[in-house]
Each structure stands twice: as C-alpha cells, then as structure tokens.
C-alpha cells in the first residue's frame, strides 16, 4: 500500500505563490506518473498537473498554463507543484494521486493523499 503525503497549502494574496509537495511512503514511487487535483467547494474534482514517471513529460489544465510547474524527485519520492500569480479561482483543496501514466480522469488514479488547503484572498 501507498501513502501520498501532501503539504505546503496555506492562505496567499492573489500574486503571491505557494509550493505543493506531495511525498510517497513507497520507493516504487518513481516508476508512476502522479497528478495533481483541486477541488472547490461545491466543485468537481480537478486535474490541474500530472508529470511521467521520469519527469520528461507534463500536462497543464489551461487555466494554470504558465503559472504551474510540476516536478518530480524520484530519489526523495517527492513531486512538487510550484504555484505562481495565484488567483482566488485557485482556491481549492489540492490532492495528489498515483496512476500509470499521464492522464487526466480521477477515475485512473489508483492512491490518493488526503488535501491539502489552498486559499487565495483577493
């Protein structure tokens, strides 16, 4: 069994930044891809970022495109989520999952970690 770990959420003025990290507890860490999700209250569950096992390739929701970057460490089991000019529409719980490769359904992240609280005041 996996446990993914997250911390790094808080309250930001919009502009301001954060930095999500989500460790694992296993080493086999790195041979998954991981993705980050944010929910709002009232909201669905979202894909906001997902990174290759190696870290080669990433994927963006638009909506984050250019202010997101996704990384990974595969020695630490690490992935981070580095979060610039945030916006109050970012406000969210943000989640990070395991899966088999990039995708961007919940439906195929198999281990989930239990949120972290991102709040952006305007």
């Known amino acids: 069994q996996v446990q993914l770990v997250e911390s790094g959420g808080g309250l930001v003025q919009a502009g301001g930044s954060l930095r999500l990290s989500c460790a694992a507890s296993?080493?086999?860490?790195?041979?998954?891809?991981v993705g980050w999700f944010r929910q709002a209250p009232g909201k669905e569950r979202e894909f906001v970022a997902a990174?290759?096992?190696?870290?080669?390739?990433?994927d963006y929701k638009d909506s984050v495109k250019g202010r997101f970057t996704i990384s990974r460490d595969n020695a630490e089991n690490t992935v981070y989520l580095q979060m610039n000019s945030l916006k109050p529409e970012d406000t969210a719980v943000y989640y990070c999952a395991r899966a088999y490769g990039i995708s961007w359904p919940p439906d195929e992240y198999d281990y989930w970690g239990q949120g972290t609280q991102v709040t952006v005041s305007s």
């Open positions: 990174i290759s096992r190696s870290g080669g390739n990433t």
């Open positions: 296993r080493r086999t860490f790195g041979t998954y891809a």
